[in-house]
């Protein structure tokens, strides 16, 4: 079973940077990591994924040039930093867990989640103001 907790959301002026962490625990060796996000009356959307290894990483075209994810394996975190931020990236944070064979690519990981097996964390809020 994989548990995932998310910390670092809060409230910045647009402009400014806050940089995310997910602890990660349970067998994620085989697994894609990622960021999700979903703001009010809108749906969950796809933000920055990151491979097993963490050698390969795609972020959303909105957000390419302004956030960046990693993780670090041996410690058992997934990070997303996110600078020049924007009204528009107000929203609750997700980080999330699946098997890599479940995909195609890394691509796949990030526009098309498969709800029925992806692990979710609790969420942590995003607020930027204008």
């Known amino acids: 079973q994989v548990q995932l907790v998310e910390s670092g959301g809060g409230s910045v002026q647009a402009g400014g940077s806050l940089r995310l962490s997910c602890a990660v625990s349970?067998?994620?060796?085989?697994?894609?990591l990622g960021w999700f996000r979903q703001a009010p009356d809108k749906e969950r959307e796809g933000v920055c994924v990151?491979?097993?290894?963490?050698?390969?990483?795609y972020c959303a075209a909105s957000v390419r040039d302004r956030f960046t994810i990693s993780r670090d394996n041996a410690k058992n975190m997934l990070f997303l930093q996110m600078n020049n931020l924007k009204p528009d990236d107000t929203a609750m944070y997700y980080c999330?867990?699946?098997?890599?064979?479940?995909?195609?690519?890394?691509?796949?990981?990030?526009?098309?989640?498969?709800?029925?097996?992806?692990?979710w964390g609790q969420g942590t809020q995003v607020t930027v103001s204008s």
């Open positions: 990151i491979s097993p290894g963490g050698g390969a990483t």
């Open positions: 999330a867990a699946d098997r890599e064979r479940a995909y195609a690519n890394i691509v796949e990981w990030l526009r098309n989640p498969k709800y029925q097996s992806v692990f």
């Open positions: 349970g067998d994620t060796f085989s697994h894609y």
